[in-house]
């Protein structure tokens, strides 16, 4: 199994990026899909889920600016980040896996990891 992180980069407040993970290797269709992102010395935090079945969570902060969503022929997801803001810098990371609910935003138990792809916001 591969994911494929990419579409990371430098970004002004208030712009915006587009990332993607491409995933090979594994049956898409049934997985759910999280993006995760680490500042420098900070614990990963989740960002946002797209679970199998279609339903969408996203962490507080990043609702209502960033979009998650997947092209299942394609087996890719993507998250859409708009209003960038300074605090959004971070590595960010895909990860797919079959989480219950209950566990969407638990990184532990996500059993595939993209590589990261860096995220900078300025001011």
């Known amino acids: 199994v591969q994911l494929q992180a990419s579409g990371g980069g430098l970004a002004q407040a208030g712009g915006a990026l587009r990332l993607s993970c491409a995933a090979s290797?594994?049956?898409?269709?049934?997985?759910?899909v999280a993006w995760f992102r680490q500042q420098p010395g900070k614990e990963r935090e989740f960002v946002a889920t797209i679970r199998y079945n279609g339903y969408i969570y996203y962490e507080g902060s990043v609702k209502g600016r960033f979009t998650i969503s997947r092209d299942t022929p394609k087996s890719t997801v993507y998250l859409q980040m708009n209003s960038l803001e300074p605090e959004d810098t971070a590595v960010y990371y895909c990860?797919?896996?079959?989480?219950?609910?209950?566990?969407?935003?638990?990184?532990?138990?996500?059993?595939?990891w993209g590589q990261g792809t860096l995220v900078t916001v300025s001011s």
């Open positions: 990860a797919a896996g079959s989480p219950i609910l209950s566990a969407y935003a638990n990184a532990n138990v996500y059993r595939h």
């Open positions: 290797g594994l049956t898409f269709s049934s997985s759910s």
